[in-house]
């Protein structure tokens, strides 16, 4: 059975981070849903226009092997602010389910307090206002448990080939990467 990905999509979501999630997660032959907050089409933080495949109120309640937060202006801060984001996380977090988050969205994982004494990774100064008891080290990547987060646009690709090595293993992460021809 797929491993199954949902990826919340709030009006001012980076483009980057999301279509590179979602692209790499899917050749990976993962299920990626993506969620919007709201029905209709979603404006990114670029002025592209995308339509989920489905809404947050209709899968609030299932449950998946990770959740991704894609990062941008004003988009994390709306996914830290939906009720309905922060019960996902939280019940992932509950689960032991995997979380990650790229960019600005680490916000709304702190918001959720499910960062509470973990190392993590944002974009600089994405997490000046959200205070809590969490080291940021600015690193690429950072993996603390079942928490994966990462910097910004610029590794969006190392952050999804990392989410495939870590649902599907070395070997598949491997097989995507070659696929990408990236060296």
Known sequence: ???????????????????????????????????????????????????????????????????????????????RDDERVQRILRRQNERGGTLAAICAAPKALVAAGVVEGRTLTSYPGALNDSPGDYRNTGAAVEIDGSVVTSRGPGTAMDFALTLIERLGGQALRDQVEEGLVRG
């Open 1 to 79: 059975m797929a491993k199954t990905v949902l990826v919340p999509l709030a009006d001012g979501f980076e483009e980057l981070e999301a279509i590179t999630v979602i692209d790499l997660l899917r050749r990976a032959g993962f299920e990626v849903v993506t969620a919007g907050l709201h029905d209709g089409p979603i404006e990114a933080s670029r002025g592209t226009r995308h339509l989920a495949d489905t809404t947050i109120d209709a899968v609030e309640d299932r449950d998946f092997d990770l959740v991704v937060l894609p990062g941008g202006l004003p988009g994390a801060d709306h996914l």
